[in-house]
C-alpha cells in the first residue's frame, strides 16, 4: 500500500545495479576485442607453449624467482632443450615483450588482476634504449 | 531422500558441461544460451515475487517488540531494538540485513538433568554472517570481468581481499571464508539432528550448488587456471548482447557457469528469495508506533457487532434491578 | 501425567515430518467448540463433534474452504505471504519454543509448524510445488493434515519468543492465527476459545457476568478492601461523563489471585481521587477473538471504542492482561478506529501528558502508575510485602508486542523490598510463556500446558534455590489464571500476583486504618527468608 512506490523503487535500484555491465557496457560502447599484444618479430617461440602461458605464466615466475634467488639456478631448460637466462627483465621483456607497460599491464588491466609483487624488486626496460646499462645490470633497482 | 536426489541433480549438473567439454560440443548452448535463459528468469522472477508480496497490504501494524518501548520520558526506550520512528526502523532494519541482529540473539537451551541451561551460540550467527559477506565480496569482485574499464572500487576491493599477498595469483580471503562458511551450514545440517528431520530439498540443493560454484571457482583460480583474457571476452560479450565464445576456457569453466546459472534461475522459486524478503519482513520494518499514530488497514470492513442499544434491550431488567444507569428508559 | 514428571528430555526426531498423522492422546489437546457457541457468534458448521473421533464431520467442500481461505489470506496480509515464502529452515527458533522444548515433539519446532501449512501452500500456490510436489517441498491437503493443523496450532500459544530470534522476523504467531482462522472456516474451533468468545460477544465479557453479577462482584470486592483498609471505594459503572473509563480483564473481577490486583486498582484510584467509570458493557479487556480470528478479534473489541463514546469520556486506561494489550496496542486503532472522539491521555494527577498513546488515546496501568510514583504522588510502605522476595514475568504480549517492560518493574521496585530478576534468556522480549497462553489454559490440555510451562517454571526454580524467591509477579490474566497450577507443580511454594496487588498492600491510603494484613487477608509479617535448597548449576 503506502509502501509500494518505495518498494518498487528498491527494486528497480537492486536490478539497475544488477544490470550494472549492460548498462556500462553501452555507454562506453565496450567489445568484445580484448588486448592485443605484439609478438617479437625476431622470437617463433616462448619459453614455454603459448596458452600455457597464458593462463599460468606466474607459475613460472615464481618457479623463476625462488630457484634464481633461493638456489642460485641461473638457466632454465625449456621443453625444446633452449636454454635461457632466468630474468624477467632481462629476458622476457628486454628480448621479446618490451617493457611492462606495453605487455603484462595490456592483460592485468584489462582483466582487473592486480600484479603480485614482481614490481616490487624489478623494474620495466625503459622504452628508450639508454635504459639497457641498467638492465645489463641485472634489472634490480 | 531429498539430500540424494539434491546431490544426484547437483552431480548431473557439474556432468553435463565436463562431458560436453570432452566431447567438444555445446558450448554456444552452455556459455550462451542458457546463461542468458538463467538471468532473464533470475530478473523477471524476482521482480514478479517481490511485486507479489507488495500486492499484499500490511493490514496491522506487528513489530516484534525486542526492547523496552517509549512511553514515559524518563525511561530509557530501544531506539533500534524497538524503534518508535521510521528512522530507527531504518536502523533496526540495517542492523537486521548488514549484522543479522536477531540471528545474534541466538541462544542454545540444553537439558541438564531436569533443567535447562540456555547457553550463548553465535556459531549460526558467524557463520551466516561469513558466507553472506564473503559472497557479496566475491559478486562484486566479479566485475572485473564484466566491465571495461575496471572500475577503481573492484580493483580496491580486491586488493583488500587479497591482503596478505599468498601466493600467485594473490589468495583471495573471501574465498577461504566462503568456504569454510559453506562447509559449516552443510555439515550443521547434517549433523544437527532436530534441523536434518525439516531439511529440505532445497536447503541441501541449494548449498550444494553454491559449493560447487565456489569450489569451481577457486579451482580455475588456483588450479587448474584459465585465461582470464578469454573469461573477460566472453562475460564482455554476454553483457553487450554480443556474444563470443573464445578459445582457452577449459573443462571447468563451463561447470562454474552452468552452476551460477543454475542458481539464478533456481532463486525466484526457492527460499533464496529471502534477501528480498529480509526487507518487506512487517515484524521488523515497522516502528512501533501504533498508539501514537494511526495504522490503516486498506480493506477494513464492518463487522457484526453486539451494539450497546442491543445489549441494553437484552439486559434491562437486570440493568434496572442493580441500579446501573440506562441510555433510554422504556417508553410502553 | 504425574510419572512423566521427570521425562522431560531432548530426544532427536526421527520420523518423517510429511507424516501428518497425529494421535489425539488425552492432556494434550482441546476440546472442541460447543455447536452452540459457534452457532452464536454464527461461525460456520456447527456440530458435536470429538478431535479424538476418526470423522470431524467436515463440510463436503472442505479442501476447497480451506484453499479459498488460504488465497484470501495470501491477497489480505503480507505478513501470512511473505512468512510462507522466506523461511531458509536456519534452525535459529527450533529450541526457542516453550512448547518444543517441554514437549521435544518436533512438529513444535516453528520451523516445522510453519511448515505444517508451508507445505500446502507450497504444493498449492507456487509454480514449483505445483510441478515438483514433494520434491519442492510441498504436501497434499487431506483431512489428516487437518487434524494435524488443529493439532498443532492450538500448542501454539501465539507468544512470539521464536520471532525475536528469526533472522526474517517469521512470526509464527501470525501464521498459527491464520492457521486458526482457516481451521474456523471448516468449523474446527476449541471450546475454550468460543465459548468465552460467544460470552463475550452477548454478555459483555468472557465469563458471562450479567451486569448485575459485574456490579455484585465489584461491590463485594469494595466490601473486601473496606476489611483490609477501613475506606469504603466508590464503584462507579456506566457513568457518563467520567473522564476515565477502566477496562480491564474479566478475569480481575471474578477469580484469584487476579481478585487482590482489581483491590490494588480500587484502592489506586480511591487513593488518587480518580474521576472514572467501568463499564458493565465493555466489562472485558481480554479479547479470545485474538485466539480465533482477526474478523473475531474485531467484533468484540468493537466495543472498547463505543462505550468510550457513548460514556464520553476522555480517555480509556487498561488493566493488567497480556493478549488484551496485544489487541489494544496493534490492532484497536487500526480496526475500530479512529479515535478521534478521545483525547490524547492527561494524568490528571501528574499532568503527564502520555504522547505514546495519543491517538488510541489507551494508557497500560502500569505507564499511569510508574508515572505517578516518579513524580512522587504516592505514599508507599514496601515493608507491608516483605513477606514477598519477588521475581517478574514478562508477559508475552506486553513484552514482545508492545515494549512494556520498564514500567512493571518500576513499580515493583518501589512497592517490593526484595525484588530479583530471572536469567536473562528468560526474561523481557527473551521471555516464556506460561504455556497457557492463546486460549489453552483449559484443564482438559493439562499435560501441555504443564509441559509447555516448563521453561517459565525452570527459570522461576532457579531463583528460588538461588534467592528464595516465594512470589511470581505478572501482569496477565491468563498467568494469573494458570501460573498457580504451573508453580504448584514444578516449584512448589512460589505464588502468583500482580502488579498492581503488590502496589495495593503498599500503598498508604489516606485515612486508612492501620493494615494487619494484606490484600489477600494474609496477616503482615516481617521477611523472613526462606533457606534456599541445596544449590544447583543454574538453569
Given amino acids: 500500500m503506502g509502501d509500494r512506490p518505495l518498494i518498487y523503487a528498491g527494486l528497480f535500484l537492486f536490478v539497475a545495479l544488477v544490470t550494472l555491465p549492460v548498462w556500462q557496457g553501452i555507454a562506453a560502447q565496450s567489445s568484445t576485442v580484448g588486448?592485443?599484444?605484439?609478438?617479437?618479430?625476431?622470437?617463433?617461440?616462448?619459453?614455454?607453449?603459448?596458452?600455457?602461458?597464458?593462463?599460468?605464466?606466474?607459475?613460472?615466475?615464481?618457479?623463476?624467482?625462488?630457484?634464481?634467488?633461493?638456489?642460485?639456478?641461473?638457466?632454465?631448460?625449456?621443453?625444446?632443450?633452449?636454454?635461457?637466462?632466468?630474468?624477467?627483465?632481462?629476458?622476457?621483456?628486454?628480448?621479446c615483450h618490451g617493457s611492462k607497460e606495453k605487455f603484462c599491464d595490456r592483460c592485468h588491466e584489462y582483466a582487473g588482476v592486480s600484479a603480485p609483487n614482481c614490481w616490487g624488486c624489478h623494474t620495466s626496460p625503459p622504452a628508450e634504449p639508454g635504459g639497457v646499462a641498467a638492465v645489463a645490470a641485472g634489472g634490480m633497482r | 531422500m531429498d539430500l540424494l536426489s539434491s546431490f544426484l541433480i547437483m552431480a548431473a549438473l557439474v556432468a553435463v558441461p565436463l562431458l560436453a567439454g570432452v566431447a567438444g560440443g555445446g558450448q554456444g548452448v552452455l556459455l550462451v544460451g542458457i546463461p542468458y535463459a538463467a538471468f532473464a528468469i533470475f530478473i523477471v522472477g524476482l521482480c514478479w515475487r517481490v511485486v507479489g508480496w507488495a500486492r499484499s497490504p500490511v493490514p496491522f501494524r506487528i513489530p516484534t517488540t525486542c526492547g523496552q518501548q517509549k512511553s514515559l520520558p524518563w525511561i530509557k526506550s530501544a531506539t533500534l531494538d524497538n524503534p518508535s520512528t521510521g528512522t530507527g526502523a531504518v536502523g533496526r532494519m540495517a542492523l537486521e540485513v548488514l549484522l543479522f541482529r536477531s540471528l545474534f540473539r541466538n541462544n542454545r537451551a540444553e537439558m541438564y538433568g531436569q533443567r535447562y541451561v540456555f547457553g550463548d551460540s553465535?556459531?549460526?550467527?558467524?557463520?551466516?554472517?561469513?558466507?553472506?559477506?564473503?559472497?557479496?565480496?566475491?559478486?562484486?569482485?566479479?566485475?572485473?570481468?564484466?566491465?571495461?574499464?575496471?572500475?577503481?572500487?573492484v580493483l580496491a576491493l580486491g586488493k583488500v581481499d587479497s591482503f596478505f599477498q599468498i601466493g600467485a595469483p594473490a589468495l583471495y580471503l573471501s574465498n577461504v571464508i566462503v568456504l569454510c562458511a559453506l562447509m559449516y551450514l552443510m555439515l550443521r545440517r547434517l549433523w544437527d539432528l532436530r534441523l536434518r528431520y525439516i531439511c529440505q530439498f532445497s536447503d541441501y540443493f541449494a548449498l550444494f550448488l553454491l559449493l560447487g560454484i565456489a569450489l569451481?571457482?577457486?579451482?580455475?583460480?588456483?588450479?587448474?587456471?584459465?585465461?582470464?583474457?578469454?573469461?573477460?571476452?566472453?562475460?564482455?560479450?554476454?553483457?553487450?548482447?554480443?556474444?563470443?565464445?573464445?578459445?582457452?576456457?577449459?573443462?571447468?569453466?563451463?561447470?562454474?557457469?552452468?552452476?551460477?546459472?543454475?542458481?539464478?534461475?533456481?532463486?525466484?522459486?526457492?527460499?533464496l528469495m529471502h534477501m528480498g524478503g529480509v526487507f518487506l519482513s512487517p515484524t521488523r520494518n515497522l516502528a512501533n508506533n501504533s498508539r501514537m499514530k494511526r495504522h490503516v488497514n486498506p480493506w477494513n470492513y464492518p463487522v457484526k457487532t453486539h451494539t450497546y442499544a442491543e445489549w441494553e434491550e437484552e439486559f434491562r431488567d437486570?440493568?434496572?434491578?442493580?441500579?446501573?444507569?440506562l441510555d433510554e428508559a422504556k417508553n410502553d | 501425567m504425574t510419572d512423566d514428571r521427570h521425562q522431560i528430555e531432548q530426544k532427536p526426531p526421527r520420523s518423517d515430518w510429511r507424516d501428518p498423522a497425529v494421535e489425539f492422546r488425552k492432556g494434550t489437546y482441546c476440546h472442541s467448540a460447543g455447536a452452540k457457541y459457534v452457532e452464536a457468534l454464527g461461525l460456520p458448521n456447527p456440530r458435536d463433534w470429538n478431535p479424538a473421533d476418526a470423522d470431524w464431520k467436515l463440510p463436503p467442500d472442505w479442501k476447497q474452504i480451506i484453499l479459498d481461505g488460504m488465497a484470501e489470506r495470501l491477497e489480505k496480509y503480507r505478513s501470512f505471504k511473505l512468512f510462507m515464502d522466506v523461511c531458509v529452515r536456519c534452525g535459529a527458533c527450533a529450541d526457542k519454543c516453550h512448547y518444543y522444548l517441554g514437549s521435544s515433539d518436533p512438529k513444535n519446532m516453528p520451523m516445522v509448524r510453519a511448515e505444517l501449512i508451508r507445505?500446502?501452500?507450497?504444493?498449492?500456490?507456487?509454480?514449483?510445488?505445483?510441478?515438483?510436489?514433494s520434491l519442492a517441498g510441498g504436501r497434499e491437503l487431506t483431512e489428516e493434515v487437518i487434524k494435524e493443523w488443529f493439532y498443532y496450532f492450538y500448542q501454539c500459544s501465539e507468544c512470539r519468543r521464536c520471532s525475536v530470534f528469526c533472522p526474517f522476523g517469521i512470526d509464527t504467531a501470525e501464521i498459527t492465527m491464520i492457521g486458526r482462522e482457516l481451521l474456523n472456516l471448516i468449523g474446527c474451533n476449541i471450546n475454550w476459545v468460543t465459548k468465552p468468545a460467544a460470552d463475550c460477544f452477548r454478555v459483555g465479557n468472557h465469563l458471562g457476568i450479567q451486569p448485575h453479577a459485574f456490579k455484585d462482584s465489584l461491590e463485594f470486592a469494595a466490601d473486601e478492601l473496606e476489611e483490609v483498609t477501613g475506606i469504603k471505594v466508590d464503584i462507579p459503572i456506566n457513568r457518563k461523563g467520567a473522564e476515565v473509563l477502566f477496562v480491564m480483564p474479566s478475569a480481575d473481577y471474578f477469580a484469584t489471585p487476579h481478585y487482590y490486583t482489581l483491590l490494588g486498582y480500587m484502592s489506586l484510584f480511591?487513593?488518587?481521587?480518580?474521576?472514572?467509570?467501568?463499564?458493565?458493557?465493555?466489562?472485558?479487556g481480554g479479547n479470545f477473538g485474538l485466539f480465533s480470528s482477526h474478523e473475531m478479534m474485531k467484533r468484540l473489541n468493537a466495543k472498547i471504542y463505543d462505550e468510550a463514546r457513548r460514556l464520553g469520556v476522555k480517555w480509556i486506561l487498561g488493566g493488567e492482561c497480556g493478549h488484551m494489550w496485544r489487541v489494544l496496542h496493534q490492532y484497536m486503532e487500526t480496526m475500530n478506529g479512529p479515535a478521534d472522539f478521545l483525547e490524547a491521555p492527561v494524568s490528571p494527577v501528574t499532568g503527564t501528558r502520555f504522547d505514546h498513546a495519543r491517538s488510541t488515546s489507551m494508557v497500560?496501568?502500569?505507564?499511569?502508575?510508574?508515572?505517578?510514583?516518579?513524580?512522587?504522588?504516592?505514599?508507599?510502605d514496601p515493608k507491608r510485602n516483605d513477606k514477598w522476595?519477588?521475581?517478574?514475568?514478562?508477559?508475552?504480549?506486553?513484552?514482545?508486542?508492545?515494549?512494556?517492560?520498564?514500567?512493571p518493574r518500576y513499580v515493583l521496585k518501589r512497592a517490593c523490598n526484595q525484588f530479583h530478576e530471572m536469567p536473562e534468556n528468560t526474561i523481557r522480549e527473551q521471555t516464556f510463556c506460561c504455556g497457557s497462553g492463546s486460549g489453552l489454559g483449559t484443564d482438559e490440555n493439562l499435560e501441555m500446558r504443564l509441559r509447555g510451562g516448563f521453561p517459565r517454571a525452570n527459570a522461576v526454580r532457579h531463583v528460588r534455590e538461588k534467592q528464595g524467591v516465594n512470589l511470581l509477579a505478572c501482569i496477565c490474566a491468563i498467568d494469573k489464571a494458570t501460573m498457580p497450577t504451573l508453580m504448584d507443580y514444578w516449584v512448589p511454594g512460589v505464588e502468583v500476583a500482580g502488579v498492581h496487588e503488590l502496589l495495593g498492600n503498599a500503598l498508604v491510603m489516606t485515612g486508612e486504618k492501620e493494615r494487619t494484613t494484606n490484600l489477600r487477608g494474609e496477616p503482615l509479617q516481617p521477611a523472613v527468608p526462606e533457606t534456599p535448597p541445596e544449590e544447583v548449576p543454574h538453569g
Fill in chain 1, 35 to 95: 588486448p592485443e599484444l605484439k609478438a617479437p618479430a625476431h622470437k617463433k617461440q616462448c619459453v614455454a607453449p603459448r596458452a600455457y602461458m597464458r593462463e599460468a605464466h606466474m607459475e613460472l615466475l615464481m618457479a623463476w624467482r625462488d630457484g634464481k634467488v633461493r638456489k642460485h639456478e641461473r638457466h632454465y631448460t625449456a621443453a625444446d632443450g633452449t636454454v635461457y637466462n632466468v630474468s624477467l627483465t632481462g629476458t622476457c621483456l628486454t628480448q
Fill in chain 2, 122 to 153: 553465535k556459531w549460526l550467527w558467524l557463520g551466516a554472517l561469513a558466507f553472506h559477506w564473503s559472497l557479496l565480496v566475491i559478486v562484486l569482485r566479479h566485475l572485473r570481468l564484466f566491465v571495461q574499464p575496471v572500475p577503481a572500487c
Fill in chain 2, 216 to 271: 569451481s571457482g577457486v579451482l580455475m583460480r588456483y588450479g587448474t587456471r584459465v585465461d582470464v583474457v578469454a573469461v573477460k571476452q566472453l562475460a564482455i560479450g554476454l553483457a553487450t548482447f554480443q556474444p563470443v565464445i573464445p578459445a582457452g576456457l577449459g573443462l571447468v569453466f563451463p561447470v562454474h557457469v552452468l552452476l551460477v546459472s543454475t542458481l539464478a534461475a533456481y532463486f525466484p522459486f526457492s527460499k
Fill in chain 2, 318 to 325: 437486570k440493568l434496572t434491578m442493580a441500579g446501573i444507569p
Fill in chain 3, 119 to 133: 507445505s500446502v501452500y507450497r504444493r498449492y500456490f507456487t509454480p514449483a510445488g505445483r510441478v515438483f510436489g
Fill in chain 3, 270 to 284: 480511591h487513593e488518587i481521587g480518580l474521576d472514572f467509570t467501568y463499564s458493565a458493557y465493555a466489562s472485558e
Fill in chain 3, 364 to 380: 497500560h496501568i502500569c505507564e499511569f502508575t510508574a508515572d505517578l510514583l516518579y513524580h512522587d504522588k504516592l505514599k508507599l
Fill in chain 3, 389 to 407: 522476595v519477588v521475581t517478574y514475568h514478562d508477559s508475552c504480549n506486553p513484552a514482545r508486542g508492545m515494549g512494556l517492560l520498564e514500567e
